[in-house]
């Protein structure tokens, strides 16, 4: 449990310092627009996917800059905390992204398929 909250400690701090280094602002309207739409989700990984398919190179470009920015953080938590980025990036969806997930928006639990909450 204390790795778990160290982990979380660390991916809140570099969110809430950082946030322009994470992802530039017109990333994020992109992707809340996606959201918003149903095209993009949270996953259980801590990373965005597309809950369908789009043509859209825009969204693409802002979902794989989000996606960076938080594989940077993850690595950053990892390596603070002696994990694996993946264990990062979980304990990241569950105790942060996850309740950041609006109503209507769309998520995908480990070993689930696409939810609208």
Same mark, same amino acid.
């Given at each position: !449990?204390? +790795?778990?909250?160290?982990?979380?400690?660390?991916?809140?701090? #570099?969110?809430?310092?950082?946030?322009?280094?994470? $992802? *530039? !602002?017109?990333?994020? @309207?992109?992707? +809340? #627009?996606?959201?918003?739409?149903?095209?993009?989700?949270?996953? *259980? +990984?801590?990373?965005?996917?597309?809950?369908?398919?789009? @043509? +859209? @190179? #825009?969204?693409?470009?802002?979902?794989?800059?989000?996606?960076?920015?938080?594989? *940077?953080? $993850?690595?950053? *938590?990892? #390596? /603070?905390?002696?994990? @694996?980025?993946?264990?990062?990036?979980?304990?990241? $969806?569950?105790?942060?992204?996850?309740?950041?997930?609006?109503?209507?928006?769309? $998520? /995908?639990?480990?070993?689930?398929?696409?939810?609208? /909450?």
């Amino acid at each position: !449990m204390s +790795d778990r909250f160290n982990i979380t400690a660390a991916v809140l701090a #570099a969110l809430a310092m950082t946030p322009a280094a994470a $992802y *530039a !602002m017109d990333a994020k @309207s992109a992707v +809340d #627009a996606g959201k918003a739409a149903g095209i993009v989700g949270e996953q *259980a +990984d801590g990373f965005l996917g597309f809950v369908k398919p789009s @043509s +859209d @190179s #825009a969204l693409k470009a802002a979902v794989d800059e989000i996606n960076q920015g938080r594989a *940077a953080l $993850y690595r950053q *938590a990892a #390596a /603070k905390n002696g994990v @694996s980025v993946e264990a990062a990036g979980a304990s990241a $969806y569950t105790t942060v992204v996850q309740a950041r997930i609006k109503p209507g928006e769309f $998520y /995908k639990p480990a070993g689930g398929g696409w939810v609208r /909450k």
